[in-house]
């Protein structure tokens, strides 16, 4: 799996903090997603997946 | 066949108002109408209270797709949007910036995302519990008596809490609740809402300019140093920006709380396993919100060029309001969408905080204060329940924003 992110267009909803935590953060100034983990282990697909779908503003992409 | 001169073609019915009455005796369901609407006629035509017409979106699938698509524009003053029935802030002047789009929009709400992030919310969490729990205190000590549950925490927990970040005083709540539930309300008259929005403008005005002389360390005097005076925005944003997160900040937690703990109360199943399960209850909050989905009269969008949505061709320059609480209950997304299931795998999938560029900006917060709200009131009062018949209950179906006036419990 690899991430990318269209992080322009992100509206810091913050609901992939709360799905993968150990794969995105906000930056502090604004509250812009962060990907800590472009390539995460299979263990976090899931919550990565749910965490794209659930995204508002469509930002996060999924490579598998 | 001709219609003969003495009995003209009846004029066409003119299209139904937006639903709002919850079915007899089921005051925790949507109107029943939407779930014949989401099978025949996902989009249809309402009549706003000016004669004007509408959509009305009805289907999850067509939902997020209005509301994350930018040709569906949420500026109020561009033709055609659905004015007339909104309830809130400032409408068309002096608008806040969930009435805007991009640029603008994506400009201003940055100035204050990184208030409501999640890791600045998740470090007021032991606040929020210490201020629930005071609240709690107060209430152990009129035990046997009924309280009203919405003035006793309901309400002051997340007025307390906004009141702090935005810095506004507490002690004016009473001028702020009063003139929030005015223009909330869908059944004063317009001049009674323009009457309230003038007195909130005036008071925010007031205290605005008592910042700019000392601003403080809250979200208005960061405002002010960091945006207003390098010339970044006005007075009068500062101000819109106040109306805006004051607002939007008490009345839907405080509701949210509201209809929560009556539901739990009914339901003591559910609160059992929540009590002995605490661990559960941020899934139980995204359910609870899923299934109460208390904004009742929009989100409002005026479509900016001509656009297809599942199959009905929206013109431009036509208006569109959607129907959250029917895309959280569409079984096409939700299995038995109209039970209460706090393990249900897909419950944060639901659009309570709306979806796209709009979406709640202070959603983790409403989480957070939700999750603490409603898991110590499951801990500290087992045995509240409902001081009079739930149908003697006095519900919103008169607000914008769903929930109980009053909500008299006791234990």
Redo the contacts between chains.
């Keep these: 799996m690899n991430i990318t992110l269209d992080a322009d267009k992100c509206c810091a909803a913050g609901q992939c903090v709360l799905i993968a935590p150990d794969v995105f953060d906000q930056r502090d100034e604004d509250g812009v997603v962060v990907l800590l983990d472009a390539a995460p282990p299979a263990d976090q697909h899931d919550m990565v997946r749910e965490a794209a779908a659930i995204c508002p503003a469509a930002v996060i992409q999924v490579h598998e | 066949m001709t219609p003969s001169p003495a009995s003209p073609a009846p004029a066409p019915a003119a299209a139904p108002a937006l639903p709002v009455q919850p079915p007899q005796g089921c005051p925790f369901d949507p109107p029943a109408e939407f779930a014949r609407l989401r099978t025949e006629a996902p989009l249809s035509k309402i009549s706003l209270p000016d004669g004007t017409e509408a959509w009305l979106a009805t289907r999850y699938a067509d939902i997020r797709a209005i509301?994350?698509d930018t040709r569906f524009s949420s500026d109020t003053t561009r033709p055609g949007y659905p004015l007339s029935g909104m309830t809130g802030g400032a409408t068309t002047e002096h608008r806040g910036f969930i009435r805007m789009d991009p640029p603008e929009h994506?400009r201003l709400?940055?100035m204050v995302?990184?208030e409501?992030?999640?890791?600045r919310v998740e470090a007021m969490r032991p606040d929020i519990q210490r201020l629930t729990d005071e609240l709690c205190d107060a209430m152990e000590k009129r035990a046997g008596q009924d309280v009203d549950l919405v003035e006793a925490l309901a309400l002051p927990v997340p007025s307390l809490v906004i009141s702090l970040l935005l810095g506004v005083p507490y002690d004016d709540h009473e001028v702020f609740q009063r003139l929030t539930g005015t223009l909330l309300s869908r059944t004063v008259t317009d001049e009674e809402r323009e009457s309230a929005r003038s007195e909130l403008r005036a008071y925010l005005h007031q205290l605005v300019s008592a910042k700019e002389a000392a601003p403080g360390d809250d979200i208005l005097g960061r405002l002010i140093t960091e945006q207003q005076v390098p010339g970044e925005i006005t007075h009068d944003d500062v101000v819109a920006f106040a109306a805006l997160l004051l607002i939007a900040g008490h009345e839907t937690t405080a509701n949210m709380i509201g209809l929560s703990a009556l539901t739990l109360m009914r339901d003591r199943e559910t609160a059992d396993r929540l009590r002995a399960e605490p661990n559960l209850i941020r899934g139980a909050v995204e359910e609870l919100l899923r299934f109460h989905s208390i904004i009742r009269n929009g989100p409002r969008r005026a479509a900016t060029e001509d656009i297809e949505i599942g199959g009905q061709l929206i013109r431009a320059g036509e208006g569109v309001v959607v129907a959250v609480p029917s895309a959280n209950r569409d079984p096409e997304v939700f299995e038995d969408p109209d039970a209460l299931d706090v393990c249900r795998p897909n419950a944060?999938?639901h659009v309570a905080?709306?979806?796209?560029?709009?979406?709640?900006?202070g959603?983790?917060l409403a989480?957070v204060e939700l999750q603490v709200v409603i898991g110590t009131l499951l801990r500290r009062f087992p045995g509240m329940r409902p001081a009079v018949p739930v149908d003697e209950i006095p519900y919103r179906s008169d607000m914008a924003i769903y929930g109980c006036h009053t909500l008299p419990v006791t234990w």
């Design positions: 509301l994350g994506t709400r940055r995302t990184r409501f992030m999640v890791k944060q999938h905080f709306g979806y796209g560029i709009h979406q709640c900006l959603q983790a989480r």
